[in-house]
Structure formats: structure tokens, C-alpha cells
């Protein structure tokens, strides 16, 4: 990725520490984004290619809506730490670093507002349904709250589509260790955001799940704000439970959450789930990341408090 002529940008990974899935009916989730990135790299080209390969936008939904307005060709390069389907967040940093590098490269300002909106759009382009959580995330960094009320003196945007709103704050991100395990099995969000709008659409059952899910993420912030890792990891525990309730989780996620649970605070899958990861809360990260290679995942120990989208030289 090297020459004058290129536009490059990066976007963080996230994870949820609470709220995923209810977030799309605009309940309250908490997001911190993590020390995994997504660089990309764009220069006008004679045909599409990505990392030199010919490629076909109609198979690339993301990079298809994002790319409607251009008229010559395109050549991408992309560096990426994030696992693809795995509930961190690829496909929104992919859409958050691509709308930078190619704002760039067209001389148009876009504010992290603009950003995510184009990113978000991308996201629904390409899955049909679902929140502006991710591409909030990987476009503000740090960590963000949806509809919480509290953090509203840190209001940063409001998105709204049909009749959901999702206001969007800085929150501070909480001094704590989490511990992240990938099952190695990948899961696209979509089909997972659509198994829980079917059950919804049919079962008051799982509508009371989602209130539930609320109540915990309302009651996770308040343990946040507080410090309190023993509240805080129960809660994620119980919050694992009603996702699986809602059928999004799978036996490899409930291995890897089992495994960490003796040596944690709490557990639970992070994002659409099906497969990709848990987090685990813990101040035992090598006891963790051991249980976890020992039931066949790959831990990663993150670091959080990082940038969001930022262009590079
Ligand atoms: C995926 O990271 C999070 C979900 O809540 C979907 C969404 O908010 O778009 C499952």
C-alpha cells in the first residue's frame, strides 16, 4: 500500500458489551471499539480490482453501494486484522474506512455523522436489515451507547429510519479487561438479524425477551458507571442466556462461554452470534485465553480506547 496516488483510511473492530439484537428495535446497547483494524487503501484504476484480483461489484453489496457514484475504474487494497463473520464488526469498518478513503480521494468533507450514514446504508444495502450500532462504532472509536438516556450530554448523532431512532453518545470506556474467543465459524449477520424479526413478528415471548435484554444493558451501565465488574459480568452472563433464548447462539459459542465462565466476572456471545465470538469479562486474561484455545477457539486479548475511522498518509 505504498504511492502518492492511493487513499487510504482504517476503522476499528467492536464488540457489544451488552444490548445486540434488542438495539435493532431501538432498545439500549453499549460498544467498545478494539485494537483490531481494517485498512484500506483506493486509486482510480483502468478495471476494478481488490488486492489484485478483477473483481465484480454486483457480488460485493458493500462495495457496490459505496462505490454508485463513481464512474471510472477502481483499485482497492485491503489489510484487515478483523475476522470476517464473526460479529466484530468487519463488514462496518470495511464500509467506514472505504467512505473515508473515497471521500478523499473526491475532495468531499464528510463529518463522522456523514460517515456513518453512508456506512449504514452500505450495512442495509448489503444485509437488509439491522442497527447503525456497528457503523457507529467503527466510525467514532472509543465507546459508544445507543439510547441510553444517561449519556445523553454526550449526544454525537441521531439516525433514524422509518419509525427507529437510535441516538448515539460518547461514552467513556470502562477500565476493565475483556478477553474475546472466535469460534472460528462464521456467521453473516442478516440471516441471524431476520431468524429474530421472524420470531418476534409470531411470539409476544420473544418481544418480553427483548424487554428483558433492555432491562439488562439499563441496569450494565449503571454497573459500568460504577465500576462494579462482579455486577457487570453477571449481567453479560444473563444477557448470553436471553440471546440464546432468542436463538442466536450456537454450541460453539456456548462451549467457548462455559470454558471462560470459572476464571470470569461473565460471559456471553458479542454481536449477531450463530458462530463468530463471545467476550469474556475477566481479570484473568491467560487463564481465559487458555480455556479457550483448550475448547478450540482463538482468544484475543483486546485493547480498547481506540481511534475511529482515520485517513493515513
Ligand atoms: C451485530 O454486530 C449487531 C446486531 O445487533 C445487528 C445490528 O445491530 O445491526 C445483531
Given at each position: 500500500m505504498s504511492g502518492s496516488d492511493w487513499y487510504r483510511a482504517s476503522a476499528p473492530g467492536k464488540f457489544v458489551i451488552l444490548g445486540e439484537h434488542a438495539v435493532v428495535y431501538g432498545k439500549p446497547a453499549i460498544v467498545l471499539a478494539v485494537d483490531l483494524r481494517m485498512t484500506i487503501a483506493v486509486r482510480g484504476s483502468r478495471f476494478n480490482t481488490i488486492n489484485g484480483e478483477r473483481i465484480d461489484f454486483r457480488r460485493q453489496p458493500h462495495l457496490r453501494y459505496l462505490t454508485r457514484n463513481v464512474t471510472s475504474g477502481l483499485e482497492f487494497e485491503t489489510k484487515s486484522q478483523i475476522p470476517v463473520?464473526?460479529?466484530?464488526?468487519s463488514s462496518a469498518a470495511l464500509s467506514a474506512a472505504l467512505a473515508l478513503a473515497l471521500s478523499e480521494k473526491e475532495n468531499r468533507h464528510m463529518t463522522e455523522n456523514d460517515l456513518v450514514e453512508e456506512a449504514y446504508e452500505a450495512e442495509l444495502y448489503a444485509q437488509g436489515i439491522g442497527s447503525p450500532m456497528d457503523a457507529s462504532a467503527c466510525v467514532h472509536g472509543g465507546g459508544i451507547a445507543v439510547?441510553?438516556?444517561?449519556a445523553s450530554d454526550r449526544h454525537l448523532w441521531t439516525v433514524t429510519r422509518g419509525e427507529r431512532t437510535w441516538s448515539v453518545s460518547d461514552v467513556d470506556v470502562p477500565d476493565m479487561t475483556f478477553v474475546i474467543g472466535n469460534t472460528g465459524i462464521k456467521a453473516p449477520t442478516g440471516p441471524l438479524v431476520s431468524k429474530v424479526k421472524r420470531f418476534l413478528d409470531r411470539s409476544s415471548f420473544a418481544v418480553d425477551i427483548v424487554d428483558d435484554i433492555e432491562q439488562v444493558t439499563l441496569q450494565g451501565n449503571d454497573a459500568i458507571a460504577r465500576g462494579d465488574v462482579e455486577q457487570l459480568g453477571r449481567l453479560m452472563t444473563e444477557d448470553h442466556k436471553l440471546l440464546s433464548i432468542l436463538g442466536v447462539s450456537s454450541n460453539e459459542l456456548n462451549k467457548l462461554v462455559n470454558a471462560s465462565m470459572p476464571y470470569s466476572y461473565g460471559a456471553k456471545l458479542t454481536g449477531?452470534?450463530?458462530?463468530g465470538c463471545m467476550v469474556a469479562l475477566t481479570d484473568q486474561p491467560e487463564k481465559v485465553c487458555e480455556a479457550i484455545r483448550s475448547r478450540g477457539g482463538t482468544p484475543y486479548v483486546v485493547r480498547t480506547g481506540v481511534p475511529g475511522a482515520m485517513l493515513h498518509p
Open positions: 463473520g464473526s460479529g466484530l464488526g439510547n441510553l438516556p444517561e449477531a452470534g450463530g458462530g
